[in-house]
């Protein structure tokens, strides 16, 4: 197998002294030591590498673990959403029902108004009827009396007022 692999980089070796050399450039150090202080400062590639893989490693679990937290808050939020969403439609729902009892306890108030006036109006019109009665009886009774006081002479008929009559009516 490893003559595979060996015949294998034999070719792209070949393939890339083919190909029209580019300039190097020279690597930037990293913003980050890729060591870790233990290790002595070192020219290995091999160790850098693996330090690097260590830190990318590291890092890749930071970003996993706060992805995963960002998940979690983020179906948190969504059903702190969605219970703010129900409430806000609860709340128009309860203020739309309150304002239709407004409104339908305003137009009972009109209609008891209304029959309130009625009532007044009807009262003042039985009144005014009363009055207009009392007014005929007590005219209608001196009339009475002036003719009973003609034809029957010898009862005194100043005596007899129309409250004297109404009081005696009532007993009946």
Not at 19 to 29: E, G, L
Not at 63 to 88: G, M, P, Q, T
Request: charged letters at 30%; proline letters at 3%.
């Amino acid at each position: 197998m490893s003559t595979s692999s060996g015949a294998n980089n034999t070719i792209e070796d070949e393939k890339l002294e083919s190909q029209v050399p580019f300039p190097r450039c020279t690597r930037r150090p990293l913003p980050f030591s890729t060591s870790f202080g233990s290790e002595g400062d070192s020219d290995d590639p091999l160790e850098a590498i693996d330090a690097v893989s260590t830190k990318l490693d590291y890092n890749s679990r930071l970003i996993n673990s706060w992805h995963e937290k960002c998940v979690e808050d983020e179906a948190i939020l969504a059903d702190l959403n969605i219970r703010v969403n129900k409430a806000f439609s609860q709340k128009n729902k309860y203020l739309k029902l309150s304002h239709k009892r407004k409104l339908k306890a305003e137009e009972l108030d009109a209609v008891m108004n209304d029959e309130i006036k009625g009532c007044l109006m009807n009262h003042m019109r039985c009144e005014e009827h009363h009055s207009e009665l009392e007014l005929a009886f007590n005219e209608g009774f001196e009339k009475f009396r002036a003719f009973a006081a003609t034809t029957h002479t010898s009862y005194n008929w100043d005596y007899v007022s129309p409250d004297a009559v109404r009081d005696t009516r009532r007993w009946w």
